[in-house]
C-alpha cells in the first residue's frame, strides 16, 4: 500500500505503526485539501492488513488541526430541509470513515484542536493530551450553526449528557486536565511523557492480530448502539470474524502445549504472556 | 411573554437571562402546585424568543427543590399495568417538557434536592453545585416505588450503568464532590465562587444566537438516543434548521470581511472572537 | 430456597445478604464448572424472594476470578458465521442471566479479574475494588479473539467509547485507582475499609423491599437501551409493577400518619427516615 501524494499530511511507516503528521500552512486549516486527503487516507487504511495503528499528530508546535475552513462555510445553503433530505456533510462522511477504518487510531494532542480538528480528535479510538498545551473548543454555536461533523453525537458518548451540553453551549476552551474531568480525553500527560506513552501504546497494540484488533474496535462501537441483546450478538458475530482469518488462538494453542500453561496459570504473567505468544509461529 | 402568576418560584429576567428561584414554603415541596408551575414555565420558554438561557435556584438556603409530595403519592393506584396501557407520570411529562424547552438550562444547586427534585436537576441542561451545601438522594427504593419523573433514565445517561445502580438501589444522601465523581453533576464549587461561575456561563451563553443554542441542545439530547448513523443525519437536519433562521453566519463573514481574518486565522483568540462577532450587525 | 451442591463456590446467607464467595482450584478459572454453577445460582435467584442483595467475592488472596478456561477455547470453531447465526456463547448467557437477577450484586473486587472473570464483574450491578490487590485486563486481542461475555458491549455502557476502546485494545494491566478514573468501578478503596464499606451498603440495600429493588435495577437497564421516550414508559410501568406487589408505599404512609410528617418535611432526616420506615408493620 502506497502513502504517497497528500498535502496536509505526512505519512511515515515504522512496521505496523503509521504516524500521520499533520503540517499544512500556518494553522493545520481543516479545508478541502484536509478532508480530501483524510477520505484518501481512509480509502488505503481500509485495504491495508499491514498496518495496525495510527497516531495522529501535528508536526504545528501550537495546534494539532484548526477548523472547518470558514470559507467552506460562506458558501453554506441558508434553507431549512426535511429531516428526510438532511444529507449527511461532508465533514460527518470523512470523520465518520476515518472512525471506521480496521486500525486502532490514536490521537496524540500537542496543541490546539478546536471545531472540526477537536471533531476529527473525537472520531479517533483514544484521545491523549500533553497539559499546558492541548486546549479544546467547539465554537459553533457563536457562528450560528453546530458541530457537524460528528461533534455533538460522538461528545455524547464519551462524557455523558450534562457535560456535553455543556462544552457545545459554552464554546469555550477547555485545558487538558479539564478534558480529562469531562471525559473527552483518555488521559491528561505531561508534555514530557506522552510521546513515550503513545509510543508504549501503540507499540503493543501492533503487536496483535489484525483482524483482531478489527474485531474488537467494530464491535465496541456497535454495542453503544444496540439494546444489550443485540449487541451480544454481535460480538458474537465478530468474535467469529476473527477466528476465522487468524492464527493468533491457534498459536496461542501452541504456547500452550509448548510448556507456557504454568504461566497462563500464574495470573500474575498474563500482561507478559499475551506479548510472549506473538512471537511464536 | 410575561412570566406572573407563579406561586412556587419567582421569575426574573436580565435582558437575555432568566432566572428562576424556588421559594415555596418551608421546603420548596414539589407538589401539584410546582408541577403546574413548571408546565406553565415550560409553556411559555417554548414561545420565547429572546430568553437564551433559564438558571434554576432556590431562595431557601437548606433546600433547593424537595421531593415530590408525598401526600399524592396516598392516591397513587396499585393495580399493576401492561407496558401498553403504562402511562406517564405527570412529573415524567413535566421534567421532559422542561428539559427540551429552546434555552440552555442551568441548575445552580445550594442546597437539597432529593427524590423529585434531583429529578428536575436531572432534566436541566447543566448542573452545578456548592460545596457543604448541596446534596443528592434519590430514596424511592426505600418507599417501594423508583424515581418517576425520568431519574432513572437519565441518571444512566449521566453516570453509567454501575454508579446509576448504586444511586438508586442505595437510597443514601452523597455530597458535591460525590457527584462530581459519580458524573451527576458537572462540576462541584465552593459556596463563594458558584454564583460568579453560572453568571458567567449564563451571560457567556446568552450571546449567542437562539436558533443555534436550540439546534445544538436538541441535536446532544438526539444523538444519544439514536445509532450513529441516524445520529448524524439528525446534527444535519439540525445545522440546517438553524443556518436558515439566524443571521449570526453572515454576521460571521462580515467579521472576517471587516478584517477578522487575522484573529480567525489565530487560533489563540477565537475564544474572544466567537463572542467578539456577537456585536457585529 | 437450596444453595447447595456447588463446586465452584460457597453461598452463605445472612437475612437477606448472600454472600458467594469463589473458591475453586488454584485461579478460579472460568470453565465449564464455574458457568453451571453461576447458571444455577441464578435460575435460584430469579424464584428467590427473600435474598435481596448478593455480594460476589474470593477466599482467594490474589485472585477474584480468573479468565475463560483456554481449554474451551482449543475446540473453537473457526468458521465465520453471519450475523443472522451468530449463536451466543455459554458465558454471554450466563453474564446475561446474572446481570438480570432480582436482586442487587455487588462484586467485591479484592484480587485479579481479567478476561472472562473481569466481564462477569461488568455483568454484576456495582463494583468496589481494593488498592494494592485489585487489577482488571482484558487480553482478548491478543489471542485473536475478543471479550466475549458481554464485555465489549457493558465496557462501553460504563466508560463510554475511547475509554472501552483503550482498554479492550491494549491488552494491558489496569489497578483500582484506573479503574476508577476510567470508570469501570464504581470507587476504589483501600484494603482494610473495602469489607466494612461493602457490608454497609449490602446491609442497607437489603432493608428495602425487594420488588421495589427489582423495578429500580430493571428500569436502569432498559433506560439505557431506549430512546428517552420509550424509557420513560418503561419508569411507569417498573413504578406499577412494584407498587402492585410492595406493601412498603402503605408501611409509608402509615409512618407518616404515625407522626413523622414532621421528619418527611425535614429534609435532613430522610436518609435516617428511609431506614426507620422499613420498620414499621
Same mark, same amino acid.
Given at each position: 500500500?502506497?502513502?504517497?501524494?497528500?498535502?496536509?499530511?505526512?505519512?511515515?511507516?515504522?512496521?505496523?505503526?503509521?504516524?500521520?503528521?499533520?503540517?499544512?500552512?500556518?494553522?493545520?486549516?481543516?479545508?478541502?485539501?484536509?478532508?480530501?486527503?483524510?477520505? !484518501?487516507?481512509?480509502?488505503?487504511?481500509?485495504? *491495508?492488513? &499491514?498496518?495496525?495503528?495510527? @497516531?495522529?499528530?501535528?508536526? #504545528? %508546535?501550537?495546534?494539532?488541526?484548526?477548523?472547518?475552513?470558514?470559507?467552506?462555510?460562506?458558501?453554506?445553503?441558508?434553507?431549512?430541509?426535511?429531516?428526510?433530505?438532511?444529507?449527511?456533510?461532508?465533514?460527518?462522511?470523512?470523520?465518520?470513515?476515518?472512525?471506521?477504518?480496521?486500525?486502532?487510531?490514536?490521537?496524540?494532542?500537542?496543541?490546539?484542536?478546536?471545531?472540526?480538528?477537536?471533531?476529527?480528535?473525537?472520531?479517533?479510538?483514544?484521545?491523549?493530551?500533553?497539559?499546558?498545551?492541548?486546549?479544546?473548543?467547539?465554537?459553533?454555536?457563536?457562528?450560528?450553526?453546530?458541530?457537524?461533523?460528528?461533534?455533538?453525537?460522538?461528545?455524547?458518548?464519551?462524557?455523558?449528557?450534562?457535560?456535553?451540553?455543556?462544552?457545545?453551549? !459554552?464554546?469555550?476552551?477547555?485545558?487538558?486536565? *479539564?478534558? &480529562?474531568?469531562?471525559?473527552? @480525553?483518555?488521559?491528561?500527560? #505531561? %508534555?514530557?511523557?506522552?510521546?513515550?506513552?503513545?509510543?508504549?501504546?501503540?507499540?503493543?497494540?501492533?503487536?496483535?492480530?489484525?483482524?483482531?484488533?478489527?474485531?474488537?474496535?467494530?464491535?465496541?462501537?456497535?454495542?453503544?448502539?444496540?439494546?444489550?441483546?443485540?449487541?451480544?450478538?454481535?460480538?458474537?458475530?465478530?468474535?467469529?470474524?476473527?477466528?476465522?482469518?487468524?492464527?493468533?488462538?491457534?498459536?496461542?494453542?501452541?504456547?500452550?502445549?509448548?510448556?507456557?500453561?504454568?504461566?497462563?496459570?500464574?495470573?500474575?504473567?498474563?500482561?507478559?504472556?499475551?506479548?510472549?505468544?506473538?512471537?511464536?509461529?
Amino acid at each position: 500500500m502506497k502513502y504517497e501524494g497528500f498535502t496536509t499530511f505526512k505519512v511515515e511507516q515504522d512496521e505496523a505503526i503509521m504516524t500521520v503528521t499533520f503540517d499544512f500552512g500556518s494553522v493545520n486549516v481543516q479545508g478541502q485539501e484536509m478532508l480530501s486527503d483524510l477520505n !484518501s487516507l481512509a480509502m488505503r487504511l481500509e485495504r *491495508d492488513r &499491514e498496518t495496525k495503528v495510527v @497516531i495522529f499528530q501535528s508536526a #504545528n %508546535p501550537e495546534i494539532w488541526v484548526c477548523h472547518y475552513d470558514t470559507e467552506l462555510l460562506k458558501d453554506m445553503s441558508d434553507e431549512a430541509v426535511s429531516r428526510e433530505d438532511a444529507q449527511l456533510l461532508d465533514l460527518q462522511l470523512v470523520c465518520e470513515r476515518i472512525s471506521k477504518v480496521p486500525q486502532a487510531t490514536i490521537a496524540k494532542l500537542e496543541g490546539f484542536a478546536r471545531g472540526g480538528g477537536h471533531e476529527l480528535a473525537l472520531a479517533l479510538d483514544m484521545r491523549f493530551a500533553a497539559r499546558g498545551k492541548y486546549k479544546f473548543m467547539q465554537m459553533e454555536v457563536g457562528m450560528g450553526i453546530l458541530p457537524c461533523g460528528g461533534g455533538a453525537s460522538r461528545m455524547a458518548r464519551q462524557t455523558g449528557l450534562g457535560k456535553a451540553l455543556e462544552i457545545i453551549l !459554552s464554546a469555550q476552551d477547555y485545558d487538558a486536565d *479539564d478534558a &480529562e474531568r469531562l471525559g473527552t @480525553i483518555n488521559k491528561a500527560l #505531561n %508534555p514530557d511523557e506522552i510521546g513515550e506513552y503513545v509510543n508504549n501504546l501503540a507499540k503493543r497494540i501492533s503487536q496483535f492480530p489484525a483482524e483482531s484488533i478489527n474485531a474488537c474496535k467494530q464491535m465496541v462501537y456497535e454495542s453503544i448502539d444496540q439494546p444489550i441483546k443485540e449487541a451480544l450478538k454481535s460480538e458474537a458475530y465478530w468474535l467469529y470474524q476473527a477466528t476465522s482469518k487468524t492464527p493468533a488462538l491457534k498459536r496461542f494453542q501452541i504456547a500452550d502445549e509448548q510448556g507456557l500453561e504454568h504461566d497462563i496459570a500464574n495470573q500474575r504473567n498474563w500482561s507478559n504472556l499475551v506479548m510472549d505468544v506473538q512471537n511464536i509461529n
